[in-house]
T-cell receptor, first 113, second 115 residues
Framework: GAGVSQSPSNKVTEKGKDVELRCDPI?????LYWYRQRLGQGLEFLIY????????KSGLPSDRFSAERTGESVSTLTIQRTQQEDSAVYLC???????????FGPGTRLTVT | AQSVTQLGSHVSVSEGALVLLRCNYS??????LFWYVQYPNQGLQLLLK??????LVKGINGFEAEFKKSETSFHLTKPSAHMSDAAEYFC?????????????FGSGTRLQVQP
């Protein structure tokens, strides 16, 4: 079946612009996660959605970052007024309710010039 | 707070040699531990996981890992490296019992396999 998909695969933007990154989770997966992977580093947790519960936003680095999810489907991560330090690969993952395994998408590579 | 340390950002082995990638964690509660592999320009793929029970866990592609509570370690091994094993490997911990399902990752180890 289809895996987690993300778009765009690459995004180059100018400092100060807003960007939106999209994640389509695996159908039926109620949990959705966003992570950030800076060059040469591990993944940092950003935000977690589980069904209709309030999201866990504890990993968002600043108020320029926000994310939405409609029901148990698509999620968008928005970064406002992008800065050069936002350059990274943004990875989305999804999982079934109660499951430990997270399935990752290929990521969106964001470059802020 | 939980954390994961991967010793060695780069490991190089010869084809057919033993692969050993090290992972140590800290967690205030019994952890759930994972190894993921990332091939170039691809997402992460789960290799194996430890939750409870048997401390030696077998995963895909001939990899296995052993949970050692006394050493707070979860090292990844493979008896004989193959060229296709060249990738980046991430150890991760989940603090589910503390209500935190998000994974905390180590900084990764890039495995090179020499012919």
């Amino acid at each position: 079946g289809a895996g987690v998909s993300q778009s765009p695969s690459n995004k180059v933007t100018e400092k100060g612009k807003d960007v939106e990154l999209r994640c389509d989770p695996i159908s039926g997966h109620t949990a959705l996660y966003w992570y950030r992977q800076r060059l040469g580093q591990g993944l940092e947790f950003l935000i977690y959605f589980q069904g209709n519960s309030a999201p866990d936003k504890s990993g968002l680095p600043s108020d320029r970052f926000s994310a939405e999810r409609t029901g148990e489907s698509v999620s968008t991560l928005t970064i406002q007024r992008t800065q050069q330090e936002d350059s990274a690969v943004y990875l989305c993952a999804s999982s079934l309710t109660g499951a430990l395994e997270q399935y990752f998408g290929p990521g969106t590579r964001l470059t802020v010039t | 707070a939980q954390s994961v340390t991967q010793l060695g950002s780069h490991v190089s082995v010869s084809e057919g040699a033993l692969v050993l990638l090290r992972c140590n964690y800290s967690s205030s509660v019994p952890p759930y531990l994972f190894w993921y592999v990332q091939y170039p320009n691809q997402g992460l793929q789960l290799l194996l996981k430890y939750t409870t029970g048997a401390t030696l866990v077998k995963g895909i592609n001939g990899f296995e890992a052993e949970f050692k509570k006394s050493e707070t370690s979860f090292h990844l091994t493979k008896p004989s490296a193959h060229m296709s094993d060249a990738a980046e490997y991430f150890c991760a911990v989940s603090d589910v019992e503390a209500g935190r399902r998000a994974l905390t990752f180590g900084s990764g180890t890039r495995l090179q396999v020499q012919p």
